[in-house]
């Protein structure tokens, strides 16, 4: 009997994987998808489960991509459920994980079993790359597990990661890339002293501002055909100064770059401490600049395999998506380093929010998505 869509969706909204804890998930898919065939991998690294499974042996290898840590549910007050008691209301499963992405996971794994149904022999082999790290700092999950696979000398033919991509109904957008981030963590320090005498002093919050006001004017470039422009947000600013009348010693700030495949971030690196140089050498300050790089744009060339699946999403819900690489990062800044790939799920709307839902149909209508891709993917 095939699985459930909804069923599985639950078993995995029923579990409190807040991420990095795992809460039983990855055993709870193994155990699905050893009852289909598959041979499942339980891959460890520092506390963080991750699964490899596969079904079958022979090329091409179609892989799915998602994960089953989940962000914390806020308020639980708010809710107008237990988010970790999974409940369908107004024919909407809401819970936590619902839309980001255990519902995701449900559908394709109800895909496979649907798939074995009508298929005895695959022309090739499916394979699911599931981690538990993908919320949080996304060091054991994915990254490491796609190092493993390296290792391993396995292949993965073309790569299809669940994330809620479409922005208000089912099937507006495939993401065929993604914008690369870096953070900036900047101290410019100066010399503390009194506020009455500021010439026996070097404030560095007059350097700050200057630098500030500098890096946020810039204009990075103006977008290309298939990225938006890159843009830079300042998101903290702090001095550690807890006397009214005492000039600071030193200033901090924190910025995020979201840049295109214009850029790399040890180009922006370069580019950044030029101009720190710059200010600070003209103010007789110094600074210190740190660096963290969670990404690298990249952008998957579209192939054949890309346009049977936009194709196909478009014959089940009569809208074409747009390909897209518009957002925040995902793991398949990772994947995309064995294996062309590009991303597909359900509506984003209610994701990270409070009563995290998905609409019943989109269920149905995304299985019914991943069925047909895998049956046209293995013709």
């Known amino acids: 009997m095939p699985i459930s869509e909804l069923k599985l969706a639950k078993e995995l909204i029923r579990r409190p994987s807040i991420t990095p804890k795992d809460a039983g998930t990855i055993n709870l898919l193994a155990k699905n ?3 289909l065939g598959f041979k499942c991998q339980i891959i460890n690294f520092k506390n963080i489960k991750n699964l490899y499974a596969k079904l079958g042996k022979s090329k091409p290898n179609f892989c799915y991509a998602g994960h089953t840590d989940v962000v914390p549910p806020g308020n639980i007050k708010e809710w107008s459920v237990n988010p970790f008691n999974p409940t369908v209301k107004n024919n909407k499963l809401i819970g936590r994980g619902a839309n980001d992405m255990k519902a995701s996971i449900a559908c394709f794994v109800a895909a496979v079993s649907k798939f074995k149904a009508k298929n005895k022999k695959i022309n090739g082999s499916i394979s699911l790359l599931i981690t538990g790290d993908e919320e949080g700092i996304a060091i054991n999950g994915t990254k490491r597990v796609v190092e493993y696979l ?12 669940g994330e809620p991509t479409n922005p208000n109904k089912l099937g507006e957008m ?3 890339g993604r914008r690369g981030s870096i953070t900036g963590r900047l101290t410019v320090i100066g010399t503390q002293g009194h506020v009455a005498y500021p010439h ?16 946020k004017e810039i204009k990075l470039d103006k977008g290309t055909k ?5 843009n830079l947000e300042i998101t903290k600013i702090n001095i550690d100064n807890h006397a009214d009348n005492v000039i600071p010693g030193s200033a901090n700030a924190v910025f995020n770059i979201r840049f295109n495949n214009k850029h790399s971030s040890s180009s922006l690196k370069r580019k950044l401490n030029t101009i720190f140089k710059s200010i600070t050498k003209k103010t007789k300050c110094r600074f210190q600049a740190m660096y963290e790089v969670s990404g690298e744009s990249f952008l998957t060339k579209p192939n054949k395999t890309t346009y049977m699946i936009q194709n196909t999403i478009k014959k089940i819900t009569r809208i074409k998506p747009k390909l897209s690489t518009t957002g925040g990062t995902s793991d398949a800044r990772f994947i995309r380093k064995i294996a062309p790939c590009l991303e597909f799920g359900l509506v984003g709307k209610t994701m990270h929010k409070i009563d995290e839902s998905v609409p019943l149909p989109d269920l149905k209508k995304l299985t019914s998505i ?4 895998l049956e046209n993917y293995f013709k």
Request: hydrophobic content about 35%; aromatic content about 6%; charged content about 30%.
């Open 33 to 35: 998808l050893r009852s």
């Open 150 to 161: 390296k290792k391993k000398k396995e292949k993965i033919n073309f790569c299809l990661v």
């Open 174 to 176: 495939i993401k065929i």
């Open 200 to 215: 026996r002093a070097n404030n560095p919050s007059n350097t700050m501002i200057k630098i500030l006001k500098k890096i």
């Open 226 to 230: 298939n990225f938006q422009p890159s």
């Open 370 to 373: 991943y069925l047909n891709i």
